[in-house]
């Protein structure tokens, strides 16, 4: 949809930050770059990148769902976000599908990701939004230290407060001796976010077979409670308090079961 023309490393300074641009659109395609609502922003305003045009797909074979979604108003959400200047050069600076909601706040790790790498004690490091029960999302920081160095999580910590907004500070940093990598080197974030999942106790209360055995356990406490001298109290109490917890794990079952790409 876009192209790059030839530039000249050694030319201005546009130019040479232009090399980082993924180039202009191409004769016949339109591209822009939207809001939430789908509305064009300014130039050097950060959206998701759409697209339109005779080379555009038509739509996945006997998916309509699927295809109403990528394809809204002819335009096809490409999950980039990025901006474009004023030149009209466009610029990819995170995935959408990697957007980290904490509290109501939107936070892409790329801004994180370029933190860590600029630590001194750092080899390769990454960050990753991970359910919460509260939030709905946290953020974690996975770090390789550089061989014959130490560090603790609260100089992390303390480092990202003094270089970011609250609600972007990583609750937690964990050191590695090495990440998870794709054939071609990229770490891999998802395979990062399952071993959370699959450590995490509260993950595990969402599947089919624990939410029968604490069903049962309902059961059992109420038959148990209606046995005391109030029982209608005790049932209502019970009941109320059994389906405010089954709500919980439900809603944390949920943000696990949308996962993040890689």
Not at 44 to 57: D, F, L, S, T
């Amino acid at each position: 949809c876009t192209s790059l023309r030839t530039t000249d490393p050694n030319g201005s300074e546009a130019d040479i930050r232009r090399l980082a641009s993924c180039g202009q659109e191409i004769v016949g395609v339109q591209v822009r770059v939207v809001d939430l609502d789908d509305q064009p922003v300014a130039p050097g305003e950060v959206g998701e990148i759409v697209a339109r045009g005779p080379n555009i797909m038509l739509g996945y074979w006997k998916r309509p769902q699927e295809t109403a979604a990528a394809l809204r108003g002819g335009w096809l959400q490409t999950g980039d976000v990025g901006y474009m200047d004023e030149d009209g050069y466009f610029y990819i600076t995170d995935r959408k599908k990697e957007l980290i909601i904490v509290g109501g706040f939107n936070v892409f790790p790329r801004e994180i990701d370029e933190l860590i790498y600029q630590h001194p004690k750092v080899k390769e490091g990454i960050a990753l939004g991970l359910p919460d029960p509260y939030k709905g999302e946290r953020i974690k920081v996975y770090v390789v230290l550089k061989d014959g160095v130490t560090a603790t999580p609260e100089e992390f910590i303390a480092y990202f407060r003094e270089r970011l907004a609250p609600y972007k500070v990583p609750s937690e940093v964990e050191f590695r001796t090495d990440l998870p990598k794709s054939i071609i080197g990229k770490i891999l974030r998802r395979a990062l976010r399952d071993s959370f999942v699959k450590l995490d106790p509260r993950v595990q209360w969402g599947n089919p077979v624990m939410f029968v055995v604490l069903v049962g356990s309902a059961l059992v406490t109420l038959l148990w409670l209606s046995g005391s001298g109030d029982a209608p109290r005790a049932f209502v109490l019970a009941a109320a308090l059994w389906l405010w917890f089954l709500r919980r794990v439900a809603n944390f079952s949920e943000t696990v079961a949308e996962g993040r790409g890689d």
